[in-house]
């Protein structure tokens, strides 16, 4: 089982999400439980495509990290 990070943004109206290790893996929802499950389908669909075409299945190697940062009011 492979897994890759994926980068949810919230937007003014709606959740965007990508897949760093898969360029052209996007998907765009109205929650951000929506886009969580289209981004998985859109994985899924990506790799298969991979797959069809004959190509690789990139290795994960990106990974993600959150900084906590104290902020002067």
Known sequence: ???????IERGPTSYG????????????????????????EGIKLHL???VEDG???PEPASTV???????AS
């Open 65 to 71: 990290e959150y900084v906590a940062l104290p902020i």
């Open 1 to 7: 089982m492979k897994r890759y990070a994926i980068v």
């Open 48 to 50: 298969q495509g991979l």
């Open 55 to 57: 190509g690789p299945i």
């Open 17 to 40: 999400a990508y897949v760093p290790d898969l360029p052209g893996c996007a998907a765009v929802g109205e929650t951000e439980d929506e886009v969580r499950q289209l981004i998985r």
